[in-house]
């Protein structure tokens, strides 16, 4: 994998190249998936999830690269920090064969996956990693009807959890909704409050965050 990259990105112009990961599941030796990492909407698609890159799928140029990986993000670091980098246009290199494999024992139940529903540290991490782009995309005129959309339902995602899991960002996450309310319908602000609402004083009500 890196002798590819490295050779391809050695030969060419490109701030980065790029490749797919197999999804492969374990028990029954079969890849499942591949990701998706080309697009003509590279932003809003990565923002949205419609293109990953990971960790291991770029291999970026060092001269391109001014930011390292934001240590207060967790869950979302690879997310973070190759988004922080694409919002420069970087002249991508797409190698289509996938050169990784992603080992998956159990379909639908990853570390990822189980950590982000219930663990602490990683909720807000993930809270943290998506208001960082928010206002990102923001100051830089990049949040359309979509985006915003994908990023409200996130919040609320994340909101939900850390009201089951009775963790105090709960309150931040509220708040936050309340203050950037364009990032939701006002049926959708209307069930956060009421939900938000019903669950801390009643304990019951999350539901509505659904």
């Known amino acids: 994998m890196l002798r590819t990259k490295y050779e391809a990105i050695k030969k060419s112009t490109a701030d980065v190249v790029v490749s797919p990961l197999d999804h ?3 028990k029954r030796g079969e890849v499942l998936k591949q990701n998706e ?15 990953t890159w990971y960790s291991s799928g770029p291999l970026w140029r060092r001269s391109f690269i001014k930011e390292g990986f934001d240590e207060s ?9 190759n988004l922080r980098h694409i919002y420069n246009n970087p002249k991508v290199e797409y190698h ?7 080992n998956k024992y159990k379909v639908g139940e990853t570390l990822s996956s ?57 309150t931040d996450i509220f708040k936050f909704l309340v203050g950037n309310r364009s990032l939701l319908s006002t049926e ?9 609402i019903s669950f801390k004083f009643f304990n019951k009500g999350y539901i509505l965050l659904s």
């Open 24 to 26: 492969f599941y374990i």
């Open 37 to 51: 990492i080309y697009s003509e909407t590279l932003i809003k698609d990565y923002v949205i999830g419609n293109v």
């Open 73 to 81: 993000i967790q869950t979302l670091d690879d997310y973070d920090f």
């Open 96 to 102: 289509f064969e996938p050169l990784q494999r992603y």
């Open 114 to 170: 189980k950590s982000r529903l219930g663990n602490e540290r990683q909720i807000i991490s993930g809270y943290s990693a998506y208001k960082k782009h928010y206002f990102i995309l923001k100051d830089k005129g990049l949040l359309n009807t979509e985006i915003k959309e994908w990023l409200g339902n996130r919040f609320i995602y994340i909101l939900r959890a850390s009201l089951v899991n009775k963790y105090f960002v709960s």
């Open 188 to 196: 959708k602000l209307m069930k956060v409050l009421a939900g938000f």
